[in-house]
């Protein structure tokens, strides 16, 4: 699940909760409650395809997704 963070000039900040969702063999079935970024697609999906993350990639793999 993704966390943005969203602000309105001097208001406090607004959490906005997306879900990340991803199907098919190589993933585990279920719901995690972990907080993940989009910057950890990128990863997760080099390690799926067998190929290095791109070097600019700072994200990390959701290992805990995969089967």
Avoid: K, M, W
């Avoid at 098919?24 to 390690?47: H, W």
């Amino acid at each position: 699940t993704e966390i943005y963070t969203l602000s309105l000039h001097d208001a406090l900040p607004i959490y906005v909760r997306v879900p990340l969702c991803f199907f098919g063999a190589p993933f585990r079935p279920g719901v995690y409650d972990t907080t993940v970024q989009s910057i950890d697609v990128a990863p997760t999906l080099a390690r799926l395809l067998g190929v290095s993350p791109p070097s600019s990639a700072t994200g990390r793999v959701l290992a805990e997704a995969l089967a």
